[in-house]
């Protein structure tokens, strides 16, 4: 089955550490995005890719990184400058008609 | 002011009763127009998607898209207890250069009692 697959589904970081989410999808779409979703905020744009090994920056990309070394993948790290990384992460394929999303990461700092 | 105003609710209603739900634009360049729907602890999923102006229905689901207002609605009718849950709208502008953003409504909470 075609799809979009994010992992881990929950995940704990520690102070100073830098945690990297996992994103992989089969549906042969060349745009990827990843999304914070916070209580009450609706998705914000963090990171988005439209081609490999190219990515820009959304509205709220300070203390993350992604890259985009293969059409499939769109891994995103956070790092430890992000200061409040507590939030659920969604990672998401397709173009202005619609997109797929992943089922998401709850990332909690310890 | 936000690109996109969606009231938070929640909404309650009865089972069976016809739900609207409502989202306002401020950005004249949006062409593509989506609903999704989010249960708790999921992602979301593409319910509705219009191109510029007018209805599309898809079963119990309609979605209206009024440009000249900047004004979008999803109508549910005869809504069920499995309608429980956020829906968020979306749109997008036309292609262009740098690429697209797609701009999501904050989502309205809806709980249908049985």
Same mark, same amino acid.
């Given at each position: 089955?075609?799809?979009?697959t994010?992992s881990?589904?929950?995940?704990?970081?520690?102070?100073?550490?830098n945690?990297?989410?996992?994103?992989?999808?089969?549906?042969?779409h060349?745009a990827?995005?990843?999304?914070?979703?916070d209580?009450g905020?609706?998705?914000?744009l963090?990171?988005?890719s439209?081609?490999?090994?190219?990515?820009q920056?959304?509205?709220i990309?300070?203390?993350?990184?992604v890259?985009r070394?293969?059409?499939?993948?769109?891994?995103?790290?956070?790092?430890?400058?992000?200061?409040?990384?507590?939030?659920?992460?969604l990672?998401?394929?397709?173009?202005?008609?619609?997109?797929t999303?992943?089922?998401?990461t709850?990332l909690t700092?310890? | 002011?936000?690109?996109?105003?969606? *009231?938070?609710g929640?909404?309650s209603v009865?089972?069976?009763a016809?739900?609207?739900?409502n989202?306002?634009y401020s950005?004249?360049a949006?062409?593509?127009?989506?609903?999704?729907?989010?249960?708790?602890?999921?992602?979301?999923e593409?319910?509705?998607?219009?191109?510029?102006s007018?209805n !599309?229905? *898809?079963?119990?689901?309609?979605?209206?898209? *009024?440009?000249s207002s !900047?004004?979008?609605s999803?109508f549910?009718r *005869?809504?069920?207890p499995s309608d429980s849950?956020?829906?968020?709208?979306?749109?997008?502008p036309?292609?262009?250069?740098?690429?697209? !953003?797609?701009?999501?409504g904050?989502?309205?909470?809806?709980?249908?009692k049985?």
């Open positions: 089955d075609g799809g979009i994010q881990p589904k929950y995940l704990f970081r520690k102070e100073g550490q945690v990297t989410l996992s994103c992989e999808q089969n549906l042969n060349d990827m995005y990843w999304y914070r979703q209580p905020q609706g998705l914000r963090i990171y988005y439209q081609i490999v090994n190219d990515f920056k959304g509205d990309a300070e203390g993350y990184s890259s070394e293969k059409k499939e993948s769109f891994p995103l790290t956070v790092t430890s400058a992000q200061k409040n990384p507590t939030a659920f992460y990672c998401a394929c397709g173009g202005p008609y619609g997109y999303f992943g089922s998401g709850r700092v310890v | 002011q936000k690109e996109v105003e969606q *009231d938070p929640p909404l009865p089972e069976g016809i739900v609207s739900l989202c306002t950005n004249s949006f062409q593509y127009f989506m609903w999704y729907r989010q249960y708790s602890r999921k992602g979301p593409l319910l509705m998607y219009t191109y510029s007018g !599309k229905e *898809d079963g119990r689901f309609t979605a209206q898209v *009024d440009k !900047k004004y979008i999803l549910i *005869d809504s069920q849950a956020t829906y968020l709208c979306a749109m997008s036309l292609l262009n250069t740098g690429g697209f !953003k797609t701009i999501f904050a989502g309205t909470r809806l709980f249908v049985a």
